[in-house]
C-alpha cells in the first residue's frame, strides 16, 4: 500500500517562503507521477504543480509559475514544494499526490490521475 505523509505547513507573512516535504512509502517511488495539488476554503481542489509524464520535465499552474519548485529525492523517497514569495491567495491545504503505472501518457494536471494522497498540510499566508 502506498502511503504519502505532508510536512512542512504553517503561518507565514506574505513575501515569505514555506518548503513542503511528502515522504512516500511503499512500492518504487522513482517510478510513480507526483505532483502537488491545493484547496482554498470553499473552492474545489486545483493543480499546482507535478512531474510530466516523462518525469524529465515539471509543469506549474499560472497563479505559482516563477515561485513554487517542485522536486523530487528518490533516495530518499521524497518530493517537495518550495514556495517563495507567497502571497494571501496561496493559504489552502496542499496535498501531494502519487500516481502509479505511468508507462502510458496521462493528464498530470487531473486529479482524476492520482490514485494516492496524503492526509494534506496547511499553509496560511497572512496578509
Known amino acids: 500500500q502506498v502511503q504519502l505523509v505532508e510536512s512542512g505547513g504553517g503561518l507565514v507573512q506574505t513575501g515569505g517562503s514555506l518548503r513542503l516535504s511528502c515522504a512516500v512509502s511503499?512500492?518504487?517511488?522513482?517510478?510513480?507521477?507526483m505532483g502537488w495539488f491545493r484547496q482554498a476554503p470553499g473552492k474545489e481542489r486545483e493543480f499546482v504543480a507535478a512531474f510530466t509524464w516523462s518525469g524529465a520535465r515539471t509543469d506549474y499552474a499560472d497563479s505559482v509559475k516563477g515561485r513554487f519548485t517542485i522536486s523530487r529525492d528518490n533516495a530518499k523517497n521524497t518530493v517537495y514544494l518550495q514556495m517563495n514569495s507567497l502571497k494571501p491567495e496561496d493559504t489552502a491545504v496542499y496535498y501531494c499526490?502519487?500516481?502509479?503505472?505511468?508507462?502510458?501518457?496521462?493528464?498530470?494536471?487531473?486529479?482524476?490521475?492520482?490514485?494516492?494522497w496524503g492526509q494534506g498540510t496547511q499553509v496560511i499566508v497572512s496578509s
Open positions: 511503499g512500492g518504487t517511488f522513482s517510478r510513480y507521477g
Open positions: 499526490a502519487a500516481k502509479t503505472g505511468t508507462l502510458l501518457v496521462y493528464n498530470h494536471r487531473a486529479l482524476s490521475e492520482y490514485a494516492y
